[in-house]
């Protein structure tokens, strides 16, 4: 057998592992950011271009269905231009589509939230495959990081983006806009990964592992799996609760009396609490057989939550605020990591990656939309915060079945 040839000089500097693992956190860092840049600022949008509560939630409820969609597209994409190329492309498409979302029309705002959701979508499904595919014997660990990375990034965009609107004398479009340079960043760090994908330093060789990249022969499609169903119910399910959130909690505490600016504050101090489950959850779980346990932690700390804002919203806000982020946190990192630890090799995290993100996120942006129009409709909050907790209840049952110790 030939032995492996390796990269030399500046390729070879290229090529060390700690780079991989910075564009990977500089990526993950963009995953969220352009959705949580908006919730605060939901007020200021509407106000601007005369929506109503339902029109409103398009604002989020766009950017997620083309999570769903840009899903259904990843898989293909990386195996026919690599997931480097796909991953560099998504960043350039988000920043683009952060840029589009300020122009003054509302077709673009709606048509930026397009570009976005569609490039958040190539990041998410490719992201476990990578991670299966460069660091098999890491993988739980690698997946605490770049959840954490993806919430801390949502979490510094939703503390800022209202002190940014300030900043730039209450344009709430330049706040939108400044965070295409963290895209831009991230794409800089793809760029040598790409040039070294291109001239033959496959990932192996980057990482120090030798990774099958082809699925067993005989291997059937997960779209015909109940084990893959189950996990991309549990993401769908999640996902819908968060987004809910991102979406509608200043609006909930403004609506009960609470200042516009603590509000912001308390959004994010829930996405920073996130990270905390973020991190811990699928560390825990990569040392598990059975994640059961933790299924039953991140969904009781979310229907607390939900049941807080429910009961007492601006009094407990702080309270709510962190049992939601917890459970928030925990469960994305946990859906994540079923996709890895379900999947037997990279090829089938790829593919169960694309199914969950597809339905999953499909089905998670009937959240923000539907928890809108019911307000509209029903002049409170009581009922679409009624409407989630069974989502909770629901979800338990899906996460309970995918956390068994099976594969796909």
């Not at 101090?269 to 811990?280: D, I, P, S």
């Not at 007492?312 to 990192?333: D, I, Y």
Request: charged share 10%; hydrophobic share 55%.
């Amino acid at each position: 057998m030939r032995a492996e040839k390796r990269p030399s000089g500046r390729r070879a500097w290229f090529a060390h592992p700690l780079l991989l693992i910075a564009a990977i956190v500089l990526a993950s860092l963009n995953m969220r950011a352009a959705l949580a840049s908006v919730a605060p600022l939901v007020g200021e949008i509407a106000a601007e271009f005369g929506l109503s509560s339902t029109a409103s939630s398009l604002l989020t409820s766009v950017p997620v269905l083309f999570l769903g969609a840009g899903a259904l597209v990843a898989p293909w994409l990386g195996r026919r231009l690599g997931v480097e190329a796909v991953l560099l492309g998504a960043l350039v498409l988000l920043g683009a589509g952060i840029l589009v979302r300020v122009l003054p029309s509302v077709y673009a705002l709606y048509g930026g939230g397009v570009l976005v959701g569609t490039a958040i979508a190539l990041l998410n499904v490719l992201m476990p495959g990578l991670i299966k595919r460069d660091f098999p014997d890491r993988a739980a660990s690698m997946t605490s990081l770049y959840t954490g990375a993806m919430i801390a990034g949502a979490t510094v965009v939703a503390a800022a983006s209202v002190p940014l609107e300030e900043a730039f004398d209450g344009s709430w479009e330049a706040s939108l806009a400044f965070w295409s340079l963290l895209a831009a960043l991230a794409a800089t760090a793809w760029l040598p990964q790409v040039l070294l994908a291109k001239g033959g330093a496959r990932q192996g060789s980057r990482t120090g592992h030798g990774v099958r990249t082809t699925a067993a022969p005989g291997t059937r499609s997960v779209w015909r799996s109940a084990l893959a169903w189950q996990v991309t119910l549990f993401m769908g399910l999640q996902s819908l609760w968060t987004y809910v959130l991102i979406a509608w909690m200043p609006t909930i505490f403004t609506d009960h009396g609470m200042s516009r600016s603590t509000a912001g504050v308390i959004f994010a101090f829930n996405n920073l609490t996130q990270v905390a489950g973020a991190f811990a959850v699928p560390l825990l779980a990569g040392r598990m057989r059975s994640q059961r346990p933790l299924v039953v932690l991140v969904t009781t700390l979310v229907a607390a939550g939900y049941a807080g804002l429910l009961t007492a919203p601006v009094q407990g806000a702080w309270l709510w605020s962190a049992l939601l982020g917890v459970g928030q946190g925990g469960a994305v990192g946990l859906a994540l990591t079923l996709i890895v630890l379900r999947a037997g090799d990279a090829v089938t995290a790829s593919r169960l990656s694309g199914m969950a993100q597809t339905v999953g996120y499909l089905l998670a942006a009937a959240g923000p939309l539907a928890a809108g129009a019911v307000h509209q409709a029903t002049g409170s909050w009581t009922v679409p915060i009624a409407l989630v907790l069974c989502v909770c209840a629901a979800a338990l049952g899906v996460g309970l079945l995918a956390a068994r110790d099976r594969k796909v």
